[in-house]
C-alpha cells in the first residue's frame, strides 16, 4: 500500500486537473465540472459567473476546394467541408446553395420496395453514431426505416410484405418486419 506522501501522487495529477487558471470573465479559478456530456472548465463563483470551456478544444478545419468539380445547383466549386457529423462534400456557394454530394452507399437493396409508400426502395443508410440502418429512398414523404437487413418475402402469419434477416444464437432467422407481429418465420 502507498503512503499518501509518495512522490507517485504528487507528480502526477490527473490529466483534467490542470495548474490553477483564472476565469477571463471574473478573475475566480477554473474548476473541473461533470455533466451528462462529459467534463467542462466552469468558473468557482457559478451562479453569479456563469463562464464555461470544454475540455477537449476541437479545431475547426477549414474547407479544401476541390479544383475542376462544379455544384449542379448553381455552378460554384465544390468543396470538402466538416460538419457536425463529420466530413462532406457541399457547394461553396452555402447559404444561397444547399447542395450536398450524397455518398454511394445508398444504393437501393436488390430493389426492396418500402412496404409502408410502396412508391420508394430500401436503402442502407448511417445514422450520426455510425450504426447501419436501412429506411425508405423517399424520405421526407415517407418515414419507414428498420435496424436490421431486410428480405424480401411475405410473414406466414400476418401477411406483411417484408422480412427482417435477425442473427440469433442458433443462427440467422428471419423476422416480421412489423412491430405488431414480429414472429420467426
Known sequence: MSKPDDPLFTRHEHALEKAYEVCPDCGSELVVKHSKAGAFFGCASYPQCK????????QKVEDKILPGSECPDCGHELAVKQGRYGMFIGCTNFPACHHIEHQAQQQPLEQISCPSC????LVERQSRFGKTFYACDNYPKCKFAVNHQPVAGECKTCGFPLLLKR???AGEKLQCAQKKCSKFQ
Open 118 to 121: 410502396r412508391k420508394g426502395s
Open 51 to 58: 463562464y464555461t470551456r470544454p475540455v477537449v478544444e476541437h
Open 167 to 169: 442473427q440469433m444464437a
